[in-house]
C-alpha cells in the first residue's frame, strides 16, 4: 500500500493505493487514519479519512478546512522543509530536500491495522524527488533521529534547542501534527541555519536541518578532561592524549566560535605555515582550522595570541608535534620538522618532504597586523616543555 501523489491532476493530489497485509485500500473507506510513529510518539490522528468519491478513493479532510495535508504533515512530523505539489517548478540538483524545490512523490505504507473505527498505517519508504534526482527517507529510522535530537536539545545552541522543544511538545500535547506544527519546523530549520553561519558550515537556504543537527550532537564534548598537571610528566602517551582531546573539544565547543573566527580573521583565513587561503563560498567547509597552541584552560585558551592558523594537513602536523613553531628573539618565527617527525616517517620520505617543504623562517607579512596576537612565545614554550618536544 501506498500513499501516492498522482501527477495527472495539475496541483498533484495524494492519494491511498494498493493493499498491505490483504488489507485493500477500499477496506479503509470511512475510517480516520492514523500515523503510528512507531516510537514513543505514540500514534497520531491525522483529521483525515478516506472518502469514495464518483466511486475513487479520496483522501479527504475529517471536518472541511480544518488541518493540514497528509504529505504536509509528515514532513512536519519529520522536521523536513516543505515540498511542493507542482512539478513544473522542480530544478533538479543536490540536495534534493531543499524547500520548495522537491516534491514526496511516494510514501510506503508498511502496514495498515483496524483498532475501533480507526485505521492506523505504518510507514516506511518516503520518495522525494526534485528533477532528476530521488532521495529516500526512512520513516522509522528519521523518527528516532528525532528523538535523539529531542534528547540531546540542551547541547544544541540555545535557539535551535528551544524550537526543538516546542516541537516535542506541540505532537505530544496535540497528538496530531498541524499548522502550528509546520511553524516550529520553519523556526528549526531558521535556527539551524543561523547556528551553521556562526559554526562556518556552509548550509543551503531550506536545507533538511536533520543531518545537521545530528553531525552537532555527536560533535558535542562528552567526556571531562582531567587538567595536565594531574598526568604523571614521565607518560608523554597519555599527555598527549589529553592534549588532543582536549584541543578537540575545544575547537568543536559552543566557546570556540568567537576564538575561530578571531583567528581566522587575524590571518585573513591564510595557513600560517604555508600561505594557502582555502576559503570559497562554492565550498562547503572551509579548508582552514583555528588551531589552539598551549592546551589548557588556565593559559588564557581563547586568545589569538594562542591561536595559529593552519590548513588542514598543518593542523595536524602541528597538533601531532610533527612541525613545531619556534620563536628565536631576533630572528623571529621559524618551522622545525622535529625529531618525532622524522623518527616516525622514517620510511616514508615522501611525508618527511611534504613537511620539510614549509621549514625555515616564517614571512612576517603571514602573522597578523597586530603583534599582540602574534603566537606568544611563553605558550609555544609551554606546549614544547609539557610535550618533550625535541627539535
Ligand atoms: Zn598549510
Not at 466511486?55 to 479532510?61: E, Q
Not at 510506503?108 to 527517507?137: G, P, W, Y
Not at 587561503?277 to 584552560?297: C, E, Q
Request: proline residues 6%; glycine residues 6%; neutral net charge.
Amino acid at each position: 500500500m501506498e500513499i501516492l501523489k498522482r501527477t495527472s491532476s495539475g496541483r498533484g493530489e495524494y492519494e491511498l493505493a494498493g493493499s498491505v497485509d490483504s488489507v485493500a485500500t477500499s477496506a479503509l473507506i470511512d475510517k480516520p487514519l492514523l500515523i503510528d510513529t512507531q516510537s514513543s510518539l505514540g500514534q497520531l490522528s491525522t483529521g483525515i479519512w478516506l472518502q469514495s468519491q464518483g466511486g475513487k478513493p479520496r483522501l479527504r479532510m475529517i471536518e472541511k478546512g480544518k488541518g493540514i495535508h497528509i504529505h504536509r504533515q509528515i514532513e512536519a512530523l519529520l522536521l523536513m522543509p516543505q515540498s511542493i505539489r507542482d512539478e513544473t517548478q522542480l530544478l533538479g540538483g543536490q540536495p534534493v530536500v531543499l524547500a520548495g524545490r522537491y516534491v514526496m512523490r511516494r510514501v510506503e505504507v508498511s502496514s495498515a491495522k483496524f483498532v475501533d473505527a480507526s485505521a492506523i498505517l505504518q510507514l516506511r519508504a518516503i520518495d522525494c524527488l526534485n528533477d532528476t534526482l530521488t532521495h529516500q527517507i526512512d520513516f522509522p529510522n528519521r523518527i528516532q533521529s528525532i528523538l535523539r535530537l529531542y534528547a540531546g536539545a540542551e547541547k544544541l545552541p540555545p535557539r535551535v534547542a528551544k524550537a526543538l522543544h516546542a516541537h516535542q511538545a506541540d505532537v505530544i500535547s496535540t497528538r496530531r501534527v498541524s499548522a502550528s506544527t509546520e511553524r516550529i519546523v520553519a523556526e528549526i530549520i531558521s535556527a539551524t541555519e543561523a547556528a551553521a553561519e556562526e559554526s562556518d558550515i556552509v548550509l543551503i537556504r531550506g536545507e533538511d536541518p536533520v543531518p545537521l543537527l545530528l553531525d552537532l550532537l555527536r560533535s558535542q564534548p562528552t567526556v571531562e578532561i582531567p587538567p595536565i598537571s594531574d598526568i604523571d610528566p614521565e607518560d608523554l602517551v597519555m599527555r598527549r592524549r589529553v592534549a588532543d582531546r582536549w584541543r578537540m573539544q575545544k575547537d568543536r565547543g559552543p566557546e570556540s566560535t568567537k576564538f575561530r573566527s578571531a583567528v581566522r580573521k587575524a590571518y585573513k583565513s591564510t595557513c600560517l605555515f604555508c600561505g594557502l587561503r582555502l576559503v570559497s563560498p562554492d565550498v562547503r567547509v572551509p579548508g582552514i582550522d583555528a588551531a589552539h597552541i598551549a592546551a589548557w584552560a588556565h593559559y588564557e585558551a581563547d586568545v589569538v595570541g594562542n591561536g595559529l592558523c593552519l590548513c588542514k594537513l598543518h593542523h595536524w602536523a602541528f597538533d601531532q608535534y610533527l612541525l613545531a613553531l619556534k620563536f628565536d628573539e631576533g630572528v623571529g618565527y621559524s618551522i622545525v620538522v622535529t625529531q618525532l617527525a622524522l623518527d616516525a616517517f622514517a620510511s616514508d620520505p615522501a611525508v618527511l618532504e611534504s613537511l620539510a617543504a614549509v621549514a625555515g623562517p616564517i614571512n612576517k607579512q603571514r602573522l597578523p597586523d597586530d603583534p599582540n596576537d602574534w603566537p606568544r612565545p611563553q605558550f609555544l614554550n609551554l606546549l614544547y616543555e609539557d610535550m618533550r618536544v625535541n627539535f
